[in-house]
């Protein structure tokens, strides 16, 4: 098609046509495919948005004022693969800025707004109700009680969480939640994002708790005391040996779902399994654990990787062998949904290897605090790290909050 002086018309290209072309592009090629014009930008809205991307992207928040400390409104997507100092705009967090990133799951963002309630958030596609789904709020749980503003509006101010009355509305979410992931991508039909539910662990990384589409409160599934079970500990006092049974405190680490059912694992290694009815994925369950290693010979960097096969209904772990355990696949760690993908449908990334951010491992003794910072792989041939963008001149290196 054409105008009357020859020139290709290729706003009035069939949509049919247009969505097919959308679905071989990567995520930033389809941001800018949906900024041509205004049939392009339809037709990706009648897509269900930009598709998941074909290459593994970093998703990080942008500081608003060009420093570590201001509070992001916006966010950067960039290349694992290729390129690897091109960045692309997304789309810009709605009604507010948004403080923390806490989780990303089916090509959708989890993260706390202004008032530190939890939110569903695309970054691919324009604000919209459909684009933006509200998860019930934090004041929901009992263990957070709000403080009002003293003028007329009433607004919440702070929170009193634990008796603790020192946090304000912005930066409280920060703190209570640790990690959030989806059973599914939210239905593109409807209102409110029918078809998933969303799992949290938070209160300092003592709680779970649940909520699917639709739900005005959250189901608190499970709470740790801060004592979490006995074990025998053996010390040498005036030549002597004494054994002493003292409680160890445990802590939730991480989840993800598998299977249709959610799993989390604690700080010792302690795996749980909730149903919860949710969609299944084929494939296994592995547990990957970072620890101390003594050895400086054959862990130069003094952490040694250990990655166990899950099997639910024997309710046991098996050990796998470090340099064959992921059969030449990559795997994904961190805030996003743990992933586990094959270097032929990826051309560029490398096998047997974890990519990983750190900020959410980087937890007081914990072995990968060891002034690690933004997105590293680490090569379970060589049991060594590494960075996947240069540190010195990445901002995606050095901002605390985790990408």
Request: proline share 7%; with cysteine; charged share 20%.
């Amino acid at each position: 098609m054409a105008d009357a002086s020859g020139i290709p018309d290729w706003s009035s290209l069939p949509r049919d046509l247009l969505i097919a072309v959308l679905g071989w592009l990567d995520a930033p090629s389809a941001l800018a495919y949906a900024g041509v014009c205004a049939p392009w930008r339809a037709a990706v809205a009648a897509g269900a948005g930009v598709p998941l991307a074909l290459t593994p992207w970093l998703f990080s928040w942008e500081p608003d004022d060009g420093t570590m400390s201001g509070p992001p409104t916006g966010a950067t997507l960039r290349c694992v693969l290729g390129a690897g100092s091109a960045s692309f705009p997304t789309a810009p967090f709605p009604r507010g800025r948004s403080v923390r990133c806490c989780g990303a799951s089916h090509g959708w963002i989890l993260a706390s707004d202004e008032q530190s309630n939890l939110v569903l958030y695309n970054p691919f596609a324009g604000p919209s109700a459909a684009n933006f789904i509200p998860l019930p709020p934090v004041t929901d749980f009992k263990c957070v009680r709000p403080g009002y503003s003293s003028d007329d509006e009433g607004r919440i101010e702070t929170y009193v969480h634990e008796e603790y009355c020192g946090w304000d509305a912005e930066s409280f979410g920060s703190d209570f939640y640790h990690k959030a992931v989806l059973s599914c991508a939210p239905s593109s039909t409807g209102t409110g994002g029918a078809g998933f539910t969303a799992a949290m662990i938070h209160c300092q990384r003592r709680s779970l708790s649940f909520a699917k589409a639709g739900d005005s409160e959250w189901r608190q599934a499970c709470t740790m005391g801060r004592t979490g079970y006995k074990v025998l500990r053996h010390i040498i006092e005036d030549g002597q040996q004494i054994t002493l049974n003292t409680d160890l405190d445990d802590k939730y680490s991480d989840i993800t779902h598998h299977d249709g059912r959610f799993y989390t694992v604690t700080v010792h290694g302690v795996v749980e399994s909730w149903d919860l009815s949710g969609s299944s994925v084929e494939g296994d369950l592995l547990q990957v654990r970072a620890t101390m290693a003594k050895n400086l010979d054959k862990y130069p960097q003094r952490v040694m990787v250990q990655i166990g096969k899950i099997i639910p209904h024997r309710h046991r772990m098996v050990k796998l062998r470090p340099a064959k355990a992921l059969r030449g696949h990559a795997v994904f760690l961190g805030l996003n949904h743990s992933a586990c993908v094959h270097p032929d449908e990826f051309p560029g990334l490398r096998r047997n290897c974890i990519y990983f951010t750190t900020p959410p491992f980087a937890d007081g003794d914990h072995p990968w605090n060891l002034g690690w910072n933004g997105m590293k792989i680490y090569d379970m041939k060589n049991n060594m790290a590494e960075d996947v963008f240069e540190s010195s001149t990445d901002i995606y290196a050095m901002y605390p909050r985790p990408p």
